[in-house]
C-alpha cells in the first residue's frame, strides 16, 4: 500500500495585478465602445431630422465617426482627465462647465471635418455643427456621466470576477 499523495499546502489565492498593457487595453476597449455607442446615439437625431442627410449621407458619416471615434477614443478620454486635472473644483456646476468644454473643444472640429469628408454639403454642415455646438451643453456632460459609469461598472465587473476566482 503506498501512502497517500498529500497536497502541498495551499497558499492564499491571490490574483496577481493585470500587466500594464493589458490594463491599458482595456482601457483603450472601454473608451473606444463609450465613445461609438454615445456618438450614435446622438447622432441619429441631429443628423436624420435636424440636419435632413438621407439615410445614405448619415450611413456614410456614421461609418467615417466609427473611424474617427475608435481613434480619438483614448486620446479623448485622457485630455478630459487632463482638463479635470487642470481645473479642480467640486459640485454639479464644475462638472458640467469643464465637461462641456471639453466636449465642445475636442469634438466640434471632428465633427464637421466628419461631415465634410461624409459627403455632406455646407448647409447640412452648418445646421449639424450650429446644433452640436448648441447641444454640446446637453451633451458634454452627459457623456462625461455616461463614461465615468462604464468605468466604475468595468472596474466593478473586473473586481468581482476576480472575487469569483478566488473563491
Known sequence: MSPPIVAPPLEPATSPAPPLALCRRRELLLDIFAMNSFSWAVAIPIELLLAGLSLQE?????????????????????????????????????????????????????????????GADWLEIATASGTFMLLAGAMGRPYGLYLDWLRRLWISRRQHSRAGAMA
Not at 465637461?99 to 473643444?105: A, G, H, K, M, P
Not at 466640434?108 to 461624409?118: A, E, F, K, S
Open 58 to 118: 448619415h450611413l456614410q458619416v456614421r461609418v467615417m465617426a466609427l473611424v474617427f471615434n475608435t481613434l480619438i477614443a483614448r486620446p479623448f478620454g485622457q485630455y478630459r482627465l487632463w482638463v479635470h486635472r487642470r481645473l479642480p473644483g467640486q459640485g454639479k456646476l464644475h462638472g458640467y462647465l469643464v465637461d462641456t468644454f471639453v466636449f465642445l473643444s475636442f469634438q466640434l472640429p471632428l465633427y464637421t471635418g466628419n461631415m465634410l469628408l461624409g
